[in-house]
């Protein structure tokens, strides 16, 4: 029989788990050294709108605080898929960071059969900053005042309506498609390419609806030019406390163009729970948060394990939903 020195198996045991230890750089050590180099805070749009101009208000507060520079940079356009890839397939070290929204983590994977990334896979979450509520606006011309109204008109006056959108598969488009389908509308969706041009569109006579943010509607309802019916998230916002949510007639109903940060799955715990306090701290600066309020963003600043719930159920909200859309990409 072969004996086994317990005490002598328990010593080697000891030294290899050692060893191990000392092969790997302590948590600690890894958030305190990062970063290390200029950071890329890729932004899949153009300069101007509300993910840029978060991107550089949080990018500026960071190079301040963490001693690199936090650089932006846009990767606009084909639905923000080429900007998610290079992010997803970036070293996961926390030296690139992805300023993503709703439509790079939830709509894209409902709508494309194939994608270069796995939302819910290839990136670590590190908070959901805030969102941007989206209103239903009607010309003045049809008198409506809340959502009762229009879809009174609607059912009185089916497939005589119609509405502009972002573009087939936006948020826009997928919300109201969903309120139709809810409430059993015949509404015709009109797309265009992004608000620049739906806007303009609702304000020249081209529809009669229109779906888009506080921001871009604003100045023409002031003018008297259209009235805001109805906004699409689960409450009323500070912008038009006035306008009824949807969900007071659909409950549960809850819609908004949601921006958040990821960097790529596998970036050190220690370095995303860092980035996620530095961030989180620069958006509750008053220059961040009053800018930010300005443009129509409700400030949200979760941790990185609620947002990555808010992924997760997203996901299975969007599969639904833009299925009922009818918009999908082979």
Known sequence: MKIVDRSSRRAVFAALAASLLLALPPLAAQAQNYPSKTVRMIVPYAPGGAP????????????????????????????????????????????????????????????????????????????????????????????????ADLVAYAKAN??????????????HHIAMESLKAALGLDIVHVPYKGAGQSVPAFIGGEVPLVVSAYTALAPYIRSGKGKLVAV??????????????????????????EMGIVVPAGTPPA???????????????????QKLGAMGVVMIVSSPESYAENIRNNLQVFARAVKISGAKVE
């Open 232 to 257: 699409t998230n689960g409450s009323r916002v500070p912008q038009a406390p006035e306008v009824g949510p949807v969900s007071e007639l659909v409950p549960g109903f809850n819609y908004s163009s």
């Open 271 to 289: 370095i995303v729970s860092r980035l996620s306090a530095e961030i989180g701290r620069a958006l509750k600066s008053p220059e961040v948060s």
């Open 52 to 147: 840029d101009v978060l991107a550089r208000l949080v990018g500026q507060q960071l190079s301040e605080s963490m001693g690199q520079q936090f650089l932006v940079e846009n990767r606009p356009g084909a639905g923000g898929i080429s900007a998610a890839e290079t992010a997803a397939k970036s070293p996961a070290d926390g030296h690139v960071i992805f300023f993503s929204d709703i439509q790079h983590l939830a709509i894209n994977p409902a709508m494309f059969n194939k994608l270069p990334y796995d939302p819910a896979k290839d990136f670590a979450p590190v908070m959901l900053a805030g969102s941007i509520p989206l209103f239903i606006a009607a010309q003045s011309s049809l008198n409506l005042n809340n959502l």
């Open 158 to 171: 089916p497939g005589k309506l119609s509405y502009g959108s972002s573009g087939v598969g936006s948020i």
